[in-house]
C-alpha cells in the first residue's frame, strides 16, 4: 500500500500566521493518464472529515481561497495563509492514485 | 443540499454481522459513485469500500474483503455495508461519503455511525 507520510503531526500556530502541512508518498501519485490523485481533507473536532483540496490543488465547494495546494510525483504542500479559528482540527492528506486509497496519519492544528 | 445519514451502528459480539445503512438526499444518487470510510477511536481515516454509480462495481481494502460487501439501492437512494464474521479491529466511526466523479475525490461526508465490537 502506498504511504503517506505527513510532517508536522502537530502545528501549533497563532491566527493570521501562515502555515505548511507537507504530505510525502512512498510513491509517485502521477498516473499514466497524467493525472494525480492527491486530496487534502479537515477534519474539525467532533464533526466529519470536509474536502478541502482535490487533485493536488482545486479549491474545493466554499473552500476560503485561503487554502491552496502545491506538489507534484511524491512530494505536496497545503499551506493555510493567515490561519483563523475555524481551522483548527486535524488535517489528512487521501490518495487514490493506486489502490486501496490511503490517507496521511494527519496533522493537527492548534492554537499557540 | 446534499444530505448523508448513516444508521445502524451499535455494539455486536465478535464473529456476528451488522448492516449499516446510508439514506442519501439532495442530488441524483444514481449519478454518482460512492464509499465507506471508517475511524477508529482517536486513530486516523481509513478507505473501507467503494461501490460504482450502478453497483456493477465495488473494490474493498484487503483486510474486509469476504467479509464486507458494500451495495446499493439506487431506487431508496440507499447505501448499505453488510459486515459479517465482525472482529475487535472493526471498531470505528463509518462514514458514508459521496465520491464527486472521475476526480474521485469524497465531496460529501455523512455524519457517521459507531460500531462497537466487544464481548
Known amino acids: 500500500d502506498v504511504v503517506l507520510t505527513q510532517t508536522p503531526s502537530t502545528l501549533s500556530a497563532t491566527i493570521g500566521q501562515s502555515v505548511s502541512i507537507s504530505c510525502r508518498s512512498s510513491q509517485s501519485l502521477l498516473d499514466s493518464a497524467g493525472n494525480t490523485y492527491l486530496y487534502w481533507y479537515l477534519q474539525r473536532p467532533g464533526q466529519s472529515p470536509q474536502l478541502l483540496i482535490y487533485l493536488v490543488s482545486n479549491l474545493g465547494s466554499g473552500v476560503p481561497n485561503r487554502f491552496s495546494g502545491s506538489g507534484s510525483g511524491t512530494d505536496f504542500t497545503l499551506k493555510i495563509s493567515g490561519v483563523e479559528a475555524e481551522d483548527l482540527g486535524v488535517y489528512y492528506c487521501?490518495?487514490?492514485?493506486?489502490?486501496?486509497?490511503?490517507f496521511g496519519a494527519g496533522t493537527k492544528l492548534e492554537l499557540k | 443540499e446534499v444530505q448523508l445519514v448513516e444508521s445502524g451502528g451499535g455494539l455486536v459480539q465478535p464473529g456476528r454481522s451488522m448492516k449499516l445503512s446510508c439514506a442519501a438526499s439532495g442530488f441524483t444518487f444514481s449519478n454518482y459513485g460512492m464509499a465507506w470510510v471508517r475511524q477508529a477511536p482517536t486513530k486516523g481515516l481509513e478507505w473501507v469500500a467503494t461501490?460504482?454509480?450502478?453497483?456493477?462495481?465495488?473494490y474493498y481494502r484487503d483486510s474486509v474483503k469476504g467479509r464486507f460487501t458494500i451495495s446499493r439501492d439506487n431506487a431508496k437512494s440507499t447505501l448499505y455495508l453488510q459486515m459479517n464474521s465482525l472482529r475487535s479491529e472493526d471498531t470505528a466511526t463509518y462514514y458514508c461519503?459521496?465520491?464527486?466523479?472521475?476526480?474521485?475525490?469524497?465531496?460529501?461526508w455523512g455524519q457517521g455511525v459507531m460500531v462497537t465490537v466487544s464481548s
Open positions: 461519503t459521496r465520491e464527486s466523479g472521475w476526480e474521485l475525490d469524497f465531496d460529501y
Open positions: 487521501m490518495q487514490a492514485t493506486h489502490a486501496p486509497y490511503t
Open positions: 461501490i460504482s454509480y450502478d453497483g456493477s462495481s465495488t
